[in-house]
């Protein structure tokens, strides 16, 4: 009962991280547990859809020139059906964006496909990767070799670039487009909010919908444009991929979130974000185009110790990284049953002091490159020992689930000393990683 007793303990938690229903109190989520069921007479199939599932899906479309599907096993499988169906019609490369999420390169080791990694742009306000460098990209004689481009947007913090020019870019190169937008679910709700990829003729699109809109965790939904060239191949793989038991109280949750979109109004959600910033306002506020992410930096202190300030007050945030932290916004609205007068009070209480700044990170790699999965042995050393080595695993801080270092790059230690701020990172167990083992 481990897990049952840790998550009791946080009953007294205010949420600013996902899922979008923040502790059930936002939108009006029905999920009795005994709709927890089967595919019983009325139900219909979730792999074999053609009555109440089809129908919802049907009106789960944003656009006419799109096909909807649910996904009970989140943004990834949509990921990994598209590569999955890309390999089986096409022995070409694959380019991504260096903040490609690790279900990304996860694909491209399942199916044995190399990809070309974009040059990048990187934001002048958190140093993170945002967009493409469409003006090194143009004329590349490597895009010849590519048949499809995966493109990370928004950022995972709310960060967006021109989308519609970089999916015209390589559709004008014969190159399928397919959009990572896990973090735009909510895109279009409203006209303060960025516009959403589909309104731009990508290929494949896939939204954590749970991530930003009231849904259950691993509920996410696929467009796939009705002219795509792997349309077949992807519905195949989602059903090979996904659960045969698929739950019943995410794709209700699915559902209801997106009849929470279709009628939401925006009012409420800008009055509080507006009292939340005046509130900040002894952090350095960093505003991004999304209005629900919101990132916060003091001087002199890392991203780690203002979460621990604000966990104290048991306020918890999505992220902290180098020298900030990430909080993502709940879509308030008239009527939720959101802690936010209560959020304001512990806010309150935080003390921060003056302090030297801390040595700006270790600059982002925005050159373009490849990506090949590695093969062959590998060696477990602790992380300071790794400095020079190529490493065999990637080096992925989680959240947000981005590589920082790639399978095959050499480590550094500046790479050493930004990941040590990290709490959780994917490929350092017990203070070891693995490198490739070149003996």
Excluded: C
């Amino acid at each position: 009962m481990e897990i049952t007793r840790r998550l009791f303990s946080y009953s007294n938690a205010i949420s600013l991280h996902v899922p979008g229903h923040h502790g059930y109190s936002i939108g009006s989520l029905q999920l009795p547990i005994h709709h927890d069921m089967t595919e019983i007479t009325g139900l219909d199939d979730y792999h074999h859809a053609e009555e109440v599932i089809a129908d919802s899906q049907r009106n789960l479309s944003r656009s006419e020139q799109y096909e909807a599907r649910y996904l009970v096993n989140g943004t990834t499988v949509g990921i990994l059906s598209v590569i999955y169906a890309h390999k089986k019609k096409s022995h070409k490369k694959v380019a991504i964006m260096r903040n490609a999420h690790k279900s990304v390169f996860n694909a491209l080791d399942l199916t044995g496909t190399e990809a070309i990694i974009l040059p990048m742009t990187v934001s002048d306000k958190i140093n993170q990767y945002v967009g493409i460098d469409e003006l090194n990209i143009k004329a590349k004689p490597e895009l010849d070799d590519v048949d499809i481009a995966v493109l990370t947007y928004p950022n995972y913090y709310g960060e967006t670039f021109d989308i519609k020019g970089a999916i015209d870019f390589f559709h004008g190169q014969g190159i399928e487009v397919l959009v990572d937008e896990a973090h735009g679910a909510h895109f279009d709700i409203s006209p303060q909010f960025p516009t959403s990829s589909l309104n731009d003729g990508a290929d494949y699109i896939v939204q954590s919908y749970h991530k930003t809109l009231p849904a259950l965790t691993m509920g996410s939904v696929i467009h796939m444009n009705k002219n795509s060239l792997l349309l077949k191949e992807v519905y195949d793989y989602l059903a090979i991929l996904q659960t045969s038991s698929p739950s019943y109280l995410i794709l209700s949750s699915l559902e209801q979130a997106h009849e929470f979109y279709s009628h939401y109004n925006d009012e409420v959600f800008h009055e509080k974000r507006q009292a939340l910033l005046h509130a900040l306002r002894h952090f350095e506020v960093i505003e991004v185009q999304d209005p629900l992410k919101v990132v916060l930096k003091k001087s002199g202190y890392s991203g780690e110790e203002l979460k621990t300030l604000l966990e104290e007050q048991e306020i918890y945030i999505e992220l902290s990284n180098y020298d900030s932290i990430l909080l993502v916004l709940p879509l308030w609205h008239e009527g939720d049953t959101y802690p936010f007068n209560e959020l304001l009070r512990r806010l309150k209480r935080i003390g921060l002091e003056d302090r030297e700044p801390l040595e700006l990170p270790h600059p982002l790699n925005v050159n373009e490159g490849v990506y090949s999965p590695v093969k062959g042995g590998y060696q477990e050393v602790l992380l300071e020992e790794g400095v020079g080595q190529r490493v065999y695993h990637a080096l992925i801080p989680y959240p947000p689930g981005i590589p920082y270092v790639l399978p095959g790059e050499r480590l550094s230690e500046a790479h050493v000393k930004v990941l040590s701020a990290y709490q959780n990172v994917h490929g350092i167990i017990d203070g070891k990683i693995t490198i490739i083992d070149e003996r």
